[in-house]
């Protein structure tokens, strides 16, 4: 019953274990059809103009401008038409003074000409013949070459995570598969004699294992493969050796524990146990969570995770969720979404923690309020219940009703 | 060239392609390991209460109440401890007036017991002895029977999004396998003579295939899943077959042509061709994605998508996605993130169009800035230079520098 002594803030906490996690970033290259949401592992730049030839941005008639100018309803420019500019091939016929060529959006601009003049401002007098009653300026309803990418220029930065308009790009440059982040192995262990699977109907004192379900889903929202190695007594030699295959299987290893003082101590042993540098951190400054431990073995973090459901899921989210991402080079934006809202009731806290609330979103007239879902960490419906989580940081002793509050939406 | 006459504002024209869609949800079981983000298709209540026995909550010693009260510092109550609740198990003690039986976090309450001593109030006088200090109430530091959820109480409501903490709390419940609407096969085809696939270096006049890549990962975002059937050129019948080929397959099928008007014209044509009811629209209030095509052909909704890559993604987002949440009976909160910022430069538009613009976010000093991503919506680099876009409402004429506005990110 040592422990939690000294206990660290939730920033300061992570920081400790961030400092020991590998820096290098694993990769792997896959097709860009497959890599959505993963987390590019290079610098890209342009190998090529995009577009590689000035295309029409309008259906019409590829001409010289300055065969346009001073051209007007009153003074319209007769212009020669001597070909058409199929798509997709280059254009045969070249456009000389006073002509022009049929082309459509998309289409290769023919040489010799500079602009498009849209088909709405002209008029065909024969097949041979269109009058003109606009001018147009060089260049216009035309896209330049490298217009949307010049060659060399840097296209999607190391640690960003590929969104569906960024495979668009990648694939417009011809880069078909691309180096990316390797998806990291979650090893999942839930302990304690009190659980079984969820497909078995528990005798008087069992209930069935809820956090492998939350934690393996909350490691795959994450973009991460979960490996759920199941349940585990609180018995040392038992635990030790599911804790060395998590080690061994996965790239992160969280057991996910009981709550008591005796099943805390067992799982502290136990991770001491897997290799150097051990337990980092002890106890966090945070409710709840409050029993956290952060470790390191052998190179992969490891995670002793509060069992009660609402721990569970925001210390993964504090501690888990940042180290998948430092482990991945990810850059930028969070994964949650943040909304604000008025707080509908005062929360107390106590200066010195950082506590974290669960609440329910309802709309009340034109604001958005927070209605605080009260409820013991040991609720999994309180969650279930919840749209979000607000957070009463550390140094104030609670929040009060009418507050705009952030809302982390879950 | 007749087209575009009368077109509908993008909620009307939503609404008409919605009032022809089927009605029922196709559904199927998934162990809830493989429920994330799937869309429930029963209304779920709790079998049984959770929990189903009395808990602890703390690590303490259970007894009753009443053999508490007046205990104090000056005045201790002493109780005999007469067993051990271990987890997991019934507790074979009973505990009568004036016993108490150790309990750790998480133990089955014993018969007799009604409240939950912390360790911390008491004092070990010798091993059978304890001395309590303080007095606790009826219930104190116990998890009632049913707190969590109470039998036959509502669970999760049908069209549900699955969350981690939701697939927890079914994992508590014993639902290891739930009902959920299918994913949707959604097939996806280019068309267009220009276009060639990413990993062909692109002759004169041609460029590679973007919006296959696009839409197929916006479909995977949406939870379904995309079916590329490739290229096909701009030949009726070819597109024809393609098309058909496409209704076979998919669930939902998705045409991206070319801008021009000809492939515009024969992409109306081909699905025009497809079954009844056919085009419900064609053209809608928009900017980018004015040419959009909404139909509905034996019973499958096909999206004729205008080529540009921007107004591709647009109009995804306003017709292809509520179209797949709909086919799913998905309920609630949209997949976007929204976030406010204030607008760094005016926006012109024209009333009786809905536009939307993509902007880059920015901070700048406590605030969040929307700088607008000018570019044609041909240029795919526009969109990836993004971070969301910002719509000016059907009957606005353009919104001003300094106004607050709702950026979707993307």
Redesign the interface.
């Known amino acids: 019953m040592v422990e939690l002594f000294n206990v660290l803030s939730p920033p300061d906490a992570y920081r400790v274990l961030e400092s020991h996690l590998p820096v290098e970033v694993r990769t792997e290259r896959v097709p860009?059809?497959r890599a959505?949401?993963r987390v590019l592992a290079e610098d890209l730049t342009a190998p090529a103009d995009?577009?590689?030839?000035a295309?029409s941005?309008m259906?019409g008639f590829a001409v010289r401008a300055a065969d346009t100018y001073g051209a007007s309803e009153g003074l319209p420019a007769y212009l020669s038409v001597v070909g058409e500019?199929?798509?997709?091939?280059?254009?045969e016929t070249r456009v000389g003074v006073g002509q022009a060529v049929r082309i459509?959006?998309?289409?290769?601009l023919p040489e010799g000409a500079d602009a498009v003049l849209m088909v709405e401002h002209t008029q065909e007098v024969d097949r041979q013949t269109i009058e003109v009653v606009r001018p147009v300026a060089p260049g216009e309803n035309v896209?330049r070459v490298g217009?949307?990418?010049a060659r060399g220029a840097s296209?999607?930065p190391r640690g960003h995570a590929l969104?569906?308009?960024?495979?668009?790009?990648?694939?417009?440059?011809?880069?078909?598969e691309v180096a990316v982040a390797r998806r990291l192995r979650v090893a999942i262990v839930s302990s304690?004699?009190?659980?079984v699977?969820?497909?078995?109907?528990?005798?008087?004192?069992?209930?069935?294992?809820?956090?492998?379900?939350?934690?393996?889903?909350?490691v795959?929202?994450a973009g991460h493969e979960p490996l759920?190695l199941g349940i585990v007594p609180?018995d040392y030699d038992r635990l030790a050796a599911a804790a060395r295959r998590a080690l061994e299987l996965g790239d992160v290893a969280i057991l996910s524990a009981?709550?008591?003082?005796?099943?805390r101590d067992l799982t502290a042993q136990v991770i001491a146990s897997l290799g150097q540098p051990g337990v980092l951190v002890h106890g966090v400054s945070l409710r709840p969570g409050k029993p956290t431990i952060l470790a390191v073995a052998r190179g992969k973090p490891v995670f002793g995770l509060p069992?009660n459901?609402v721990s569970c899921?925001v210390t993964f989210d504090l501690f888990v969720a940042p180290t998948l991402a430092r482990l991945s080079g990810l850059r930028g934006?969070s994964p949650r979404?943040?909304?604000?809202a008025r707080l509908a009731h005062n929360v107390a806290s106590a200066p010195g923690r950082e506590d974290y609330v669960q609440v329910r979103l309802e709309p009340r007239g034109a604001e958005l309020w927070a209605v605080p879902v009260f409820?013991?960490s040991?609720?999994?419906?309180?969650?279930?219940r919840a749209d979000g989580m607000i957070k009463v940081d550390l140094d104030k002793g609670g929040l009060s009703e009418g507050e705009l509050v952030s809302v982390v939406?879950?």
């Open positions: 860009i059809a959505l949401d995009l577009p590689a030839f295309r941005t259906d500019a199929l798509m997709g091939v280059r254009p459509a959006t998309g289409g290769m896209l217009e949307d990418v296209v999607l969104r569906p308009q960024d495979l668009g790009g990648l694939a417009a440059l011809g880069f078909a304690g004699d009190e659980l699977p969820p497909d078995q109907v528990p005798g008087p004192g069992q209930i069935r294992d809820i956090n492998t379900y939350t934690l393996a889903a909350l795959e929202r759920a609180d009981g709550s008591s003082v005796s099943t069992g459901p899921m934006r979404q943040v909304v604000s409820g013991k040991n609720l999994i419906y309180t969650l279930v939406l879950f």
